[in-house]
């Protein structure tokens, strides 16, 4: 059965209106197109919608029930036609982000500021997990944007650089480090280091930092596999650290100096990635390239020089 729109609008308007002439002058069409209209309509259902005389148009006992339920078509149809409109126009609709936590501390809280300020229709919604977990939900549809590094050989990605993240150097303030001008890898030597964990990103490039200074991290004075840790021990005075620029957003008030190490400078891309072949809501290209602006405003208020 291929009952069309058309037909149930022109059974509406005559059954609101009680006459075909009204009703055809409320479409905008011709009385005859109205008539033929129901008709078809009929013809289709195998039922009398109309009990017809010269003077009148009444509905029958099938017409009443049968209005009830194409009035409800109609207005469904009107509405996901405006709720698709919404989604378009960015008045309405939800987007999932992803982001490992001390990552989605320092990047994410005001770029959703900004957006809802800008879209308040649409929701975002936050999830700070580890990066496995985050190309996971990527993937699945949990989550319609990841932040953070992820490698290049990990299929069914689509990827947007952000920023890039310099490696720093972090002590306690009165750490003989402190006070040391654009520090080099070399001059780490001999000096406690307190490193992640091997299973992490970030503990590679540091290794690889130190094997460039011909220097060893086979023996850390600590090693621990979260940041904020990592950040304790060198703020107690316990050794120093090599992170991300991201992570000083945790040293805010705290007795901790950061510096970028050079010779060489090591740096990673900090991206967004999408699921391949997976359309984003409207407003979630708005949002990554929201993520772009304020991640390359804030590397260049932290790191001026680099």
């Avoid at 029930?65 to 378009?88: G, M, P, S």
């Avoid at 011909?214 to 992170?243: C, K």
Wanted: charged share 25%; aromatic share 4%; proline share 5%.
């Amino acid at each position: 059965m291929n009952v069309t729109l058309r037909q149930l609008e022109a059974f509406v308007a005559v059954a609101e209106a009680g006459n075909f002439s009204r009703a055809a002058e409320q479409l905008h069409v011709a009385q005859s197109a109205v008539s033929v209209l129901v008709r078809e309509l009929e013809r289709k259902l195998d039922i009398r919608l109309f009990d017809r005389t010269t003077r009148r148009v009444e509905l029958t006992d099938a017409g009443v029930e049968f209005r009830a339920t194409a009035e409800k078509l109609i207005a469904d149809l009107d509405h996901a036609v405006q709720h698709t409109r919404d989604l378009v126009e960015r008045k309405r609709g939800r987007i999932v982000v992803a982001a490992p936590p001390l990552l989605a501390a320092a990047l994410i809280p005001e770029a959703i500021a900004v957006f809802r300020r800008l879209n308040p229709g649409v929701s975002v919604s936050l999830v700070d997990a580890r990066t496995d977990e985050i190309v996971d939900r990527v993937k699945s549809g949990q989550a319609d944007i990841g932040v953070g590094t992820f490698s290049l050989e990990e299929e069914g990605l689509s990827r947007t650089k952000l920023t890039k993240d310099t490696l720093m150097l972090f002590c306690e303030g009165s750490h003989p480090m402190a006070s040391t001008k654009n520090p080099k890898w070399r001059d780490l030597k001999g000096f406690p280091l307190i490193t992640l964990t091997r299973d992490s990103g970030i503990r590679a490039l540091v290794e690889s930092g130190y094997k460039s200074a011909n220097l060893s991290v086979d023996r850390p004075a600590y090693e621990v596999s979260q940041i904020a840790t990592a950040l304790a021990l060198v703020e107690a005075g316990l050794g120093m650290t090599i992170l991300p620029t991201y992570a000083l957003v945790s040293c805010k008030n705290r007795n901790i100096s950061a510096q970028p190490l050079s010779h060489p400078a090591i740096s990673r891309e900090i991206l967004a990635i999408t699921r391949s072949g997976r359309s984003l809501p409207p407003a979630g290209s708005d949002f990554i390239q929201l993520l772009q602006r304020n991640a390359k405003l804030r590397r260049e208020t932290q790191i001026p020089n680099n």
